[in-house]
Nanobody, 125 residues
Framework: QVQLVESGGGLVQAGESLRLSCAFS????????MGWFRQAPGKERQFVAT????????YYGDSVKGRFTISRDNAKNTVYLQMDSLKSEDTAIYYC??????????????????WGQGTQVTVSS
């Protein structure tokens, strides 16, 4: 069974940066497409970023393009989300997700098989 554990969330000021990590265990990490989603209070879960098995394909949600960077280290079984120039509207719980998929880019939460417990990111203005 796949397990995902996020870390790195916290409280920051607008304009600052955070780096989220998601540790993967239970299966072969390099065979899973990975993604980050977020959910703010009262809102639906929103796609943030996705990365293919070896990191050759990346895709971002419009609201984070140019500010966030997804990456993965298959030797460490970890996916990262570097978040720069944070805004108050980035405040949300951030979730890591894994998919045993044949397509390298997945943007819908229904396409993912496993989810972490989430980590809170709060950006004060």
């Amino acid at each position: 069974q796949v397990q995902l554990v996020e870390s790195g969330g916290g409280l920051v000021q607008a304009g600052e940066s955070l780096r989220l990590s998601c540790a993967f265990s239970g299966r072969t990490f390099a065979t899973y497409v990975m993604g980050w989603f977020r959910q703010a209070p009262g809102k639906e879960r929103q796609f943030v970023a996705t990365i293919s098995w070896k990191g050759g394909s990346l895709y971002y949600g419009d609201s984070v393009k140019g500010r966030f960077t997804i990456s993965r280290d298959n030797a460490k079984n970890t996916v990262y989300l570097q978040m720069d120039s944070l805004k108050s509207e980035d405040t949300a719980i951030y979730y890591c997700a894994a998919a045993d998929a044949v397509h390298p880019i997945l943007v819908r939460h229904e396409e993912y098989d496993y989810w972490g417990q989430g980590t809170q990111v709060t950006v004060s203005s």
